[in-house]
């Protein structure tokens, strides 16, 4: 039975790239927002397909609360200083991370 091809490069699905490069391209975004009563939120934008598991790990790591919803994941506290060193462990780049 012949290899099916990736619809977006062409090449057959064990040589393909494009999972890679779109990793690669993407921008993951770290801020805090100030919630009612003054609690303060960790918002981590732009993690993509895998935010499910990647919020559980950083909730597990952070020992906060948090949850992942519309593609956002929202961590209990201010966590900046130290989501980048757990993300770049977790296998994302450290150039495409930005903390504000």
């Known amino acids: ?9 062409g090449l057959p699905k064990s040589l393909c790239v494009c999972g ?7 921008k993951i975004k ?10 303060i939120t960790t918002i981590v934008e732009g993690i993509g397909d895998k935010g499910k598991e990647v919020s559980k790990e950083l ?3 952070l020992a906060c609360g948090g949850t ?22 977790l296998g994302f780049s450290e150039n495409q991370i930005e903390v504000n």
């Open 30 to 39: 770290v801020f805090t927002e100030q919630r009612r009563f003054g609690k």
């Open 68 to 89: 992942y919803k519309n593609n956002l994941i929202e961590l209990q506290g201010d966590h900046k200083k130290k989501i980048k060193n757990i993300l770049v462990k």
């Open 59 to 61: 909730k597990s790591k």
């Open 20 to 26: 890679a490069i779109d990793r690669e391209a993407q």
């Open 1 to 9: 039975m012949p290899e099916e091809n990736c619809p977006v490069c």
